[in-house]
Each structure stands twice: as C-alpha cells, then as structure tokens.
C-alpha cells in the first residue's frame, strides 16, 4: 500500500489559522520555557515571599525602639552626671568656704580682746589692732592672696588701679609713688588691684 508523505500541521504553523480549544503549539524559537510549579502551602497560609514584608517591617519597629531605648537612657546618664557633678562642685564650695571662715576665726577672736582693753593704754591698742592686721594679711597670704604695697615700682595695669597722677622730680616717671589701698593676690588668683597714684611724665 503506497504510503503519502504526511503534510505538516498547518494549524500549528500557520498563525492565522485557528486553533482549536486545548491545543497546544509546539514552541517558536526563544520562547521561555515554563518553570516549575510553584508550591503553595497547604495549610493555605502565605508562603515567604507574601511575609518578607511584613517581617522587614517588624524589624524596622524594633530596631527604632532599640534606638530610642539607647537614646532615653543616654539622657538619664547625661543628667545623673551633671547632677553628680553639681553636687560635688557644691560639695567642694562648702569645705571651702569652711576652710576660709576658720582661717579667720583667730583673728576675730584677737579683735574681740582688743575691745575688752579698749580702755587700757591706747598705745597698747594700737599695737593690739597691728598686730590683727598683720594676722589676717598672713592669712590671705596662706590662702593664697599676698599683700601688694610695693611703691617705687613701673606702673602695671595688671596689678594696679590708678586713682592719681602726681608730679615727683624724686621718682621716674610711670612709677608707682604711693599706695591708697593695698592689692591683694596676683594674676588668675588676684583679688582686687592696689589702688595707687603714678608720676606722670614731664
């Protein structure tokens, strides 16, 4: 029985031939392949990809409020600091001020028995009320205030405060020629400027 060459599938070849419903055509060149399948789960729950998401946002949430933890407790370290501080430099204000007031008690005390004399021998009160002065200067000198009535020496803006300008041909001038209030302390430490007049310049 002869045998006929078998034509080929026009409707798979021919694109404007319709194809019946369900049948399939062989692929054309570099048409993607079908992938596999994808699983869904059985439980009907989202698999990962519809959670990733989600997931990412829960870690956002929780990475901000680490960051707020951080930050309040930041703060409260910050202020348990500054009021550690204040009370220490408070602290350190009293022993000072202690220091200072005991310092001169010995010179009230000498100031309190040169009035119970007042009516002894006024050159003996004078030489009691010396003798405090020269108590209390000591102790500003220990705390750290020495006494300035140094005369002869070139005016210093740093250490002196010029209440008059006099005309001396004994003294050079821009020197210091008399003290009307003595300094007390030098540089950072100064407490106040001697007070003093100056021979001015021909």
């Known amino acids: 029985m002869p045998t006929h060459p078998q034509e080929p599938d026009r409707a798979a070849s021919d694109p404007g031939v319709p194809v019946p419903e369900g049948a399939g055509r062989p692929p054309h060149g570099d048409l993607p392949q079908p992938g596999p399948p994808r699983s869904e789960p059985a439980n009907g729950e989202p698999g990962p990809d519809a959670a990733g998401p989600a997931r990412a946002e829960d870690e956002y949430t929780t990475a901000i409020q680490e960051l707020e933890d951080r930050w309040r407790r930041a703060l409260a370290d910050l202020d348990n600091l500054r009021k550690r501080h204040a009370r220490e430099l408070e602290r350190e204000r009293k022993v000072e001020r202690s220091r200072t007031a005991a310092a001169f008690l010995p010179v009230l005390d000498n100031l309190e028995l040169a009035l119970t004399h007042a009516g002894a021998d006024p050159g ?19 705390l750290g205030y020495p006494r300035h009535t140094e005369t002869g020496v ?8 010029v209440v008059g300008v ?25 407490l106040r400027p001697a007070a003093v007049t100056v021979a001015k310049r021909e």
């Open 154 to 161: 070139a005016f210093d803006p740093a250490r002196h405060e």
């Open 124 to 142: 003996a009160i004078v030489e009691g009320i010396r003798a405090v002065r020269d108590q209390a200067v000591n102790v500003l000198e220990v």
């Open 166 to 190: 006099v005309q001396d041909p004994d003294a050079p001038p821009g020197t210091v020629v008399e003290v009307l209030r003595p300094g007390y302390g030098d540089g950072e430490r100064q």
